[in-house]
Nanobody
Framework: QVQLVESGGGLVQAGGSLRLSCAAS????????MAWFRQAPGKEREFVAR????????SYVDSVKGRFTISRDNAKNTVYLQMNSLKPEDTAVYYC?????????WGQGTQVTVSS
């Protein structure tokens, strides 16, 4: 069993920054890739960023490249998403997720709202 708890969301003006955190518990955190997804109102959940178990490999959706940075601290069982130069279209609920063996776990999400 894995528990994921996101935090750090909020309301920010366009051009501003936020850092999201996702604290994991329940299993060995360091052995698994982690990812962030987001879901805007009326839209499907979409991939945002992924980080390998070691932190050495990352990938991003094109729309956030150069603005968002995913990182992790395995000693703290936490993955982060630093979001800079935020745009109104980044408004969404952000979820962290991981797949352990064959089961995928999701956090409850944290709301990010970017005002124009």
């Amino acid at each position: 069993q894995v528990q994921l708890v996101e935090s750090g969301g909020g309301l920010v003006q366009a051009g501003g920054s936020l850092r999201l955190s996702c604290a994991a518990s329940g299993r060995t955190f360091s052995g698994y890739d982690m990812a962030w997804f987001r879901q805007a109102p009326g839209k499907e959940r979409e991939f945002v960023a992924r980080i390998s178990w070691s932190g050495g490999v990352t990938s991003y959706v094109d729309s956030v490249k150069g603005r968002f940075t995913i990182s992790r601290d395995n000693a703290k069982n936490t993955v982060y998403l630093q979001m800079n130069s935020l745009k109104p279209e980044d408004t969404a609920v952000y979820y962290c997720t991981t797949t352990v063996i064959v089961r995928t776990y999701w956090g409850q999400g944290t709301q990010v709202t970017v005002s124009s």
